[in-house]
């Protein structure tokens, strides 16, 4: 009977645990489970970073490619309005219109009018009318045109075009290409986002297609219209 009553209190001990055991369990299960939340809010936010950031890129990479695609199929047509010896292009330094085909879903033969242009809201768009519907082209205003958003938040955007310049008949790249008998043989579109935003932007050189140039009207002499030489 001694015997059995000196063991009983010492698997009694040892059939649990203390207060202050089971409290520092607790204490650590905690730490533990806040670590781990910590590591989970971290990776879900370094995921959607990474979404965000590869959705930004594949808007950019969008944008150049459909640019690229309207630029290089650009048609030297005749500017009605001008000497007969002018195709129908405005490039500026701050944006360029010019005729291509449309789009699918319009059918790929039709042509129209494009122009890309940054709005004062850093907005990167891509406007498209008929050319059937009478807009001029070297009209500033886009009442009517179709608008097409490619890019937010773009801070500026500078195109320049390489070709013969008026005075030396050299190929140099120029700010403006208007009242010309021929289009660039290069389009050169770049931009920038604000400071601190994650997207680059790659500088897009395009060269258009056609290789059109128009015959001078009325005898003129120009080192732009006539037979290339």
């Not at 045109?145 to 013969?164: R, S």
Request: hydrophobic share 45%.
């Amino acid at each position: 009977m001694m015997l059995a009553t000196a063991i009983n209190p010492a698997r009694r001990r040892d059939a649990g645990f203390t207060l202050a055991e089971m409290l520092v369990a607790l204490a650590l299960f905690g730490m533990i489970s806040a670590l781990l939340a910590a590591v989970i809010q971290l990776i879900a936010r370094l995921d959607g970073a990474s979404r965000r950031q590869g959705e930004a890129i594949e808007q950019v990479v969008a944008a150049q490619n459909l640019l690229r695609s309207r630029i290089e199929q650009l048609r030297a047509l005749i500017d009605v309005r001008g000497l007969g010896d002018t195709i129908a292009m405005v490039g500026r330094r701050d944006e360029i219109t010019f005729t291509a085909p449309g789009f699918a879903a319009n059918g790929a033969h039709q042509l129209q009018a494009i122009r890309l242009r940054r709005t004062n809201r850093g907005q990167l768009v891509l406007y498209t009318a008929p050319l059937l519907a009478g807009n001029d082209i070297r009209l500033p205003s886009v009442e009517g045109w179709d608008a097409a958003p490619l890019l937010e938040g773009v801070q500026w955007m500078d195109i320049a075009y390489f070709g013969a310049d008026w005075l030396t008949g050299r190929d140099l790249w120029q700010d403006s290409w208007q009242n010309r008998a021929q289009p660039p043989k290069l389009v050169r579109v770049r931009l920038g986002f604000a400071e601190g935003d994650s997207r680059s932007w790659p500088v897009l050189m395009v060269r258009p297609m056609s290789g059109v140039r128009l015959t001078c009207q009325d005898g003129r002499k120009s080192l732009d219209c006539g037979e290339a030489q």
